[in-house]
């Protein structure tokens, strides 16, 4: 057994570690940054990369590359270099064919028109019966799909963010004109990119990433040219009515907004709370607990 003397010589070793981690863990809070993920300043038209990253699952909890699946994909994949941001989240972005400018809508921009065999089609098929998310990124910012909930007593709208977006669905009741036991393919996305100004810097810097995606049977007049695509007649999706499973197009638009308002701080922390698990998060929630250790990462945004 240790004696009184060595247990009062431990204790007084041991208090000056615990301020000592607590200082490293409380007083950088204010100012942290982790690499890649620095604000940038963007003028009017300046490209914005939209970056793709894995499909995951909290059903399998099995992640895969974005590229597993015959998505659009550029001539030549280019993955980026792994900084600490990228490892803590274990993240492998890369280059995409989604482009965009800052500050200038686009609607309805056809990404690709893809010929899918038999064996592609499965692979689509099984990923959503898995309940697959897919996740990108621009500017180093998850992207993340809006919902709205009631909370609280009495009820209130509380804004609340899934991460990344569905894949697809599954054919039943709650999607309408659908077959069951078919599987459904999101194939159009409609992003909004959050943006701030501020007199003290020049530009705008994106805040927010966010996507609204469903799955539309899509039409066009005339033969297709991949060079000049013919214009598709059903991006007005709130007239389009049905779903196709593994739809041919993906068009986007890109609606910038001011999101200054959403940024409480002068140094415009970002408040999304991120864990592993990569399944869903709310402005400022509450940490969420992996195993006994807490992973809520802000990331701040100066």
């Known amino acids: 057994a240790l004696c ?8 007084r070793l041991a208090s000056p570690l615990c301020v000592a981690i607590l200082a490293v863990f409380i ?6 940054y982790l690499p890649g993920v620095n604000a940038v ?11 793709v990253n894995k499909i995951t699952s909290t059903k399998t909890q099995l992640p895969f590359d974005y590229y597993h699946l015959p998505f659009c994909k550029p001539d030549s994949i280019e993955y980026d270099a792994e900084n600490l941001g990228s490892v803590l989240q274990a993240d492998r972005a890369s280059n995409s064919l989604y482009k965009m400018d800052m500050r200038k809508p686009k609607q309805c921009q056809v990404v690709c028109r893809k010929e899918l065999e038999a064996g592609d089609l499965q692979g689509f098929s099984d990923r959503i019966s898995e309940e697959y998310r ?6 180093y910012l998850p992207l993340a799909t809006p919902r709205l909930r009631e909370e609280g007593e009495p009820p209130r709208l509380v804004k609340t963010y899934q991460m990344g977006y569905s894949l697809g669905q599954m054919g ?10 078919s599987a459904y393919l999101n194939n159009h996305l409609s992003f909004t990119v959050l943006y701030h100004e501020d007199s003290d810097f020049e530009g705008a810097r994106v805040v927010g990433f966010e996507v609204e995606a469903i799955s539309v049977q899509h039409k066009y007049e005339g033969e297709w ?24 197009h993906v068009p986007m638009s890109v609606t910038p907004k001011e999101g200054g308002k959403l940024i ?39």
């Open 264 to 302: 409480a701080s002068a140094r415009h922390a970002h408040p999304f709370c991120m864990s592993h698990s990569f399944s869903s998060f709310s402005l400022c929630p509450p940490p969420s607990l992996l195993s006994t250790l807490p992973l809520c990462l802000s990331l701040l945004r100066g």
């Open 4 to 11: 009184r003397s060595e247990v009062a010589s431990m204790s």
């Open 41 to 51: 300043n963007y003028a009017d038209g300046d490209e914005l990369e939209v970056k």
């Open 225 to 248: 040219n991949d060079a000049k695509p013919p214009a598709i007649s059903t991006c007005d999706t709130s007239k389009t009515g049905g779903s196709v499973p593994f739809g041919m």
């Open 172 to 181: 039943g009741d709650d999607l309408p004109s659908s077959m069951p036991e």
């Open 27 to 32: 007083l950088p809070a204010h100012s942290f």
């Open 134 to 139: 897919v996740n990108m990124m621009l500017d």
